[in-house]
């Protein structure tokens, strides 16, 4: 179970890991981001779900993203974190929590996020006044500043 944690994490943005076999949504489409895009924005929905919501379920037990928080820095590098809560089959609780990070730029009117710590993925996004939306395998995630 600590494996799928980890995994999980690795890009909550990631966060509706349970659900990358479910559709993905092409015509998410970001708009042209705002120049200022510091600041500290908290996951409200991934792929559709709003957390606090259930990964994963099985016979081990359940996992759920408690929550999810990116921070934009003005050096151009951002941090990702999230808590997650396993309810083990045998009746205990395990709170466990992820932590990615990288580098970003701004270029033709989008945010282009590069992983550096724990993966290597590429993905886009946009700051449009206090919404950061970001499109991740063609799956869309709401931020709130």
Sequence with gaps: MRRLVALCGALTLLAACSHLDAPTNADFPLPT??????????????????????????????????????VLNGDLTWADTTNYEVDLATGGVQLGGTATSGTYNIADGKINFTMTTNGNATFQGAV?????????QGRPFIYQR
């Design 33 to 70: 981001t705002d120049a200022n895009v510091v600041g500290t924005f908290l996951l409200r929905s991934a792929n559709g779900n709003v957390p606090p919501y259930v990964i994963s379920s099985n016979g081990a037990g359940t996992q759920t993203l408690l929550n999810d928080r990116i």
């Design 128 to 136: 449009v006044a206090d919404t950061l939306k970001v499109s991740f």
